[in-house]
């Protein structure tokens, strides 16, 4: 596996940038990350949830630098809308050292889901979509059994451990570990395959 193609799956599992419309809209919640890896900081994350009569956006900028096999930046933006409790649209983004590396786009249509690959639409989702990975930073995910992937359009399993502690599976089986306080993630652990990071709230 090459160190871009492992920086950018260690990416998909951490998520994102969402970009909502913020005319006449106030952020509802502001938070801050730190990504960790062998006990040094090689990123961070941002994230703003942001609420506009029914609809829900959320804002963030997530960007590592960092050395595996060679230096390399990673930059993800995701713009999420939730309308109603449900998943509208969902846009990632992914920037490899300032260059474009991928372009999903999830877009509800009437009935079903359509899931678009850099203008080629890829499937549908026809079940509706409640809690995407985006949520695991803002909301706790109490009675979840399965959250949607924005990046790759599949439905990963959650297992709660107890102790507000819970376990994502992903469609390759790799595992990551999220830990709640009041609601809110304070610490995650992520498998990148042959890396392992970590995410750590700033507040």
Known sequence: MSSTHLIITFCSLLFLNLNGDKINSQPYNTLSFNIIHKDKIVGNLHATKTIKSSRVNYQSITTINTRIIKEIEVNYEYDVTYENSLLK??????EVNNK?????????????????????????????????????????????????????????????????????????????????????????????????FEIVAQN
Request: charged content about 25%.
């Open 100 to 196: 474009p590396h991928a372009n999903i786009t999830t877009s509800w249509k009437e009935s079903y889901y359509q899931i678009t690959k850099n203008n080629k639409k890829e499937k549908v989702v026809e079940s509706d979509i409640t809690y995407a990975t985006i949520l695991l930073y803002f909301k706790e995910p109490l009675d979840i059994q399965k959250c949607y992937s924005e990046q790759d359009g599949s439905f990963n399993t959650i297992v709660a451990l107890g102790n507000h502690i819970y376990k994502k599976i992903n469609a390759k089986d790799q595992e990551n570990i999220y830990h709640y306080k009041d609601g809110f993630l304070k610490k995650a652990e992520i498998n990148g395959g042959l890396v392992n």
């Open 89 to 94: 649209t969902a846009n990632v983004l992914i």
